[in-house]
């Protein structure tokens, strides 16, 4: 019947649906069957990295990259600088001449060269000395060979503009320098060490006062900066006119007269005792010695010489004409009286000495009991 027939198209549509919506449904189960799996692993199973960490919160390393590295490198650097630096300031605190005081030394040194070399009156110079040690610190010496006869007053002005240019250059530290001026100023072999302490005023007199015996002297020389000047007039017919005059510094002034070599001393300010006549005593010792030595120092006037004969020692005809000479030693500005008691025999602490010191302007013993012999050379002397 027409009610009963069936479109084809109908018939199967249903059918093809129904099956596409089962396979449709079955590939979503399969899906949420696979979703609820992972679901299931995700709550219930620990991956093995993660359980590693959770189990192990403390342990978790931070990231090691290019930069971490570098860090690393530059602590160390630092570290082996600093240790090297320290190391290096103990080294030349034992040895000066490993730290900067050494190179400090020889850029003073050069700077004076440069600058003596500036100057027409020098010759040539030449660096003595230019660095560190333990003994000294840093020292810097310097020697100017000057043209002949080159006046005083050039070396005084010298002096202190070459300490000047030397010192700015100082700037490792405290340098010690120091200046030898060489070279003959009429007749005169100059060969003297001056220092650079103080002001340009105190080195300028300094050298005028040091080298006033220049063209009267035979040599003027001092070695170091420790060292005494020392004046030498040679060989003389009368005491030279510079003999007390004011030094500079400590000094050392000798001459020889008629065979007696004469040795003056002055103190630390450079002043020499003025009040005993060289000649005087030179005539008086004569009288017993054709040769022998008389050091003045300070208040002490020693006189080696006056025996001849050993096996008199000193008699009191020999002694007795000195004593005699200087018999008021409050106006002669002495203290003490040293004769020597051996034949020819330089001073010095084994030397066997009669002495005598001074009360209330005459000569006295040093003994409270004197000897037989000191008495009798003192009552001769009275009788002169």
Not at 153 to 182: E, H, Y
Not at 192 to 209: E, M
Not at 228 to 251: C, F, I, Q, R
Not at 343 to 360: G, I, Q, V, Y
Request: hydrophobic share 35%; with cysteine; proline share 6%.
């Amino acid at each position: 019947m027409p009610d009963e027939q069936t479109d084809p198209d109908q018939g199967e549509s249903p059918t093809v649906s129904s099956v596409q919506g089962q396979e449709a449904i079955g590939r979503d189960d399969a899906d949420g069957t696979a979703t609820r799996a992972n679901d299931e692993t995700a709550s219930g199973e620990v991956p093995v990295e993660s359980a590693s960490v959770e189990q192990h919160p403390l342990k978790r390393s931070a990231p090691r990259g290019p930069g971490c590295f570098k860090l690393g490198c530059v602590t160390l650097v630092l570290l082996l600088v600093t240790v090297g630096g320290f190391l290096y300031i103990v080294a030349a605190g034992l040895d000066p001449s490993l730290g900067p005081g050494n190179a400090g030394a020889r850029n003073v040194a050069k700077a004076a060269v440069t600058s003596l070399s500036k100057n027409p009156s020098v010759e040539s110079t030449q660096i003595m000395q230019a660095g560190a040690n333990s003994n000294t610190g840093s020292v810097a010496e310097v020697k100017a060979h000057l043209k002949a006869d080159t006046p005083v007053d050039s070396a005084a002005d010298m002096l202190p503009s070459t300490c000047s240019a030397a010192q700015r250059n100082s700037v490792w530290g405290t340098v010690t320098v120091g200046i030898i001026f060489t070279w003959n100023m009429k007749g005169t072999e100059i060969d003297v060490y001056f220092n650079c302490r103080g002001p340009a005023s105190k080195l300028r007199t300094g050298v005028q006062h040091d080298l006033a015996p220049a063209s009267e002297a035979a040599t003027i020389m001092r070695n170091g900066d420790t060292s005494s000047l020392e004046v030498d007039y040679a060989d003389v017919t009368t005491p030279p006119s510079t003999l007390t005059a004011t030094s500079g510094s400590p000094t050392i002034k000798t001459f020889t007269m008629n065979g007696w070599k004469v040795t003056s001393t002055s103190n630390t300010e450079g002043q020499f005792p003025t009040t005993v006549s060289f000649e005087q005593v030179i005539t008086a010792a004569r009288q017993a010695s054709p040769a022998g030595s008389i050091d003045l120092n300070g208040t002490t006037l020693s006189v080696t010489g006056l025996v001849t004969d050993e096996r008199k020692g000193l008699t009191p005809e020999a002694a007795a004409p000195v004593i005699h000479t200087v018999a008021d030693c409050q106006s002669a500005g002495l203290t003490t009286l040293q004769l020597n008691d051996e034949a020819r025999k330089e001073p010095s602490s084994d030397d066997l000495w009669l002495t005598f010191t001074c009360n209330n302007g005459t000569w006295a013993s040093q003994f409270d009991s004197p000897s037989p012999s000191d008495t009798e050379i003192l009552n001769k002397a009275a009788e002169l």
